[in-house]
């Protein structure tokens, strides 16, 4: 089984710069799921896809970020503009279904490293 | 305010021994608790979880053990292998939901 694909792994711009990253879940995965990880912290979620439509973005800055999985498949994360303080990992996960009352485990992709100059 | 809090950064152990990483959490409304395991470079991978009403789940090496009235939650490793040194990260779900909140990580280093 392919895992969750991620492009592209490494990313560096200057700020007010936009960005976009790429998502392919694992076939048959009807959840997407983007995080951001700030070094030194755990994984935070942005924005939760059940198949096309948001189950949850409260936590991704609507001002700046957008999200979309047209097809219920792949998915693009873009930040426009970027900011210092959006340097992070930001990581694609997918699962099974929803809900899975937390027994269906995320599969994570390895993530995009974002450096902001 | 942090939900799930990992108050040890880090932790050394000899292979062959055990590791022991701690998870406290705040409310006692969470029903899913996991661990996962994260090696630089890669995304973090599922490890072992436990639900809420469970006090213990094994599997092979690693044993999870749930104190509901501690709020607290606690990863055995026995016997460590140098391979299980990572980061690992405690997570908790909420209520059927899927959305994960991971506590800061402990970085585990097992010495041959």
């Given at each position: 089984e392919a895992g969750v694909a991620q492009?592209?792994?490494?990313?560096?711009?200057?700020?007010?710069?936009s960005v976009a990253f790429w998502c392919n879940p694992i076939s048959g995965h009807a959840t997407l799921y983007w995080y951001q990880q700030i070094l030194g912290q755990g994984p935070k979620l942005l924005i939760q896809f059940q198949n096309n439509g948001v189950v949850d973005d409260s936590q991704l800055p609507k001002d700046r970020f957008s999200a979309e999985r047209l097809k219920g498949v792949d998915s693009t994360l873009k930040?426009?503009?970027a900011k210092l303080e959006d340097s992070a990992v930001y990581l694609c996960a997918s699962s099974l279904d929803w809900p899975t009352a937390g027994n269906q485990p995320q599969h994570f992709g390895d993530g995009t490293r974002l450096s902001i100059l | 305010d942090q939900q799930v809090k990992q108050n040890s950064p880090s932790l050394s152990v000899?292979?062959?021994?055990?590791?022991?990483?701690?998870?406290?959490?705040?409310?006692?409304?969470?029903?899913?608790?996991?661990?996962?395991?994260?090696?630089?470079?890669?995304?973090?991978?599922?490890?072992?979880?436990?639900?809420?009403?469970?006090?213990?789940?094994?599997?092979?090496?690693?044993?999870?053990?749930l104190n509901k009235s501690a709020k607290h939650l606690s990863l055995h490793i026995?016997?460590?292998?140098?391979?299980?040194?990572?980061?690992?990260?405690?997570?908790?779900?909420?209520?059927?939901?899927?959305?994960?909140?991971?506590?800061?990580?402990?970085k585990l280093t097992v010495n041959p």
């Open positions: 492009s592209p792994r490494y990313k560096i711009i200057e700020k007010r710069q930040i426009q503009p | 000899q292979e062959g021994r055990i590791s022991i990483l701690n998870c406290d959490y705040t409310n006692s409304m969470f029903d899913y608790f996991l661990w996962y395991k994260k090696y630089p470079a890669e995304g973090p991978t599922f490890l072992i979880s436990i639900s809420s009403i469970k006090d213990k789940n094994e599997d092979g090496r690693f044993t999870v053990f026995v016997p460590s292998q140098p391979g299980d040194s990572a980061v690992y990260f405690c997570a908790v779900t909420q209520g059927g939901s899927e959305k994960l909140v991971f506590g800061k990580g402990t």
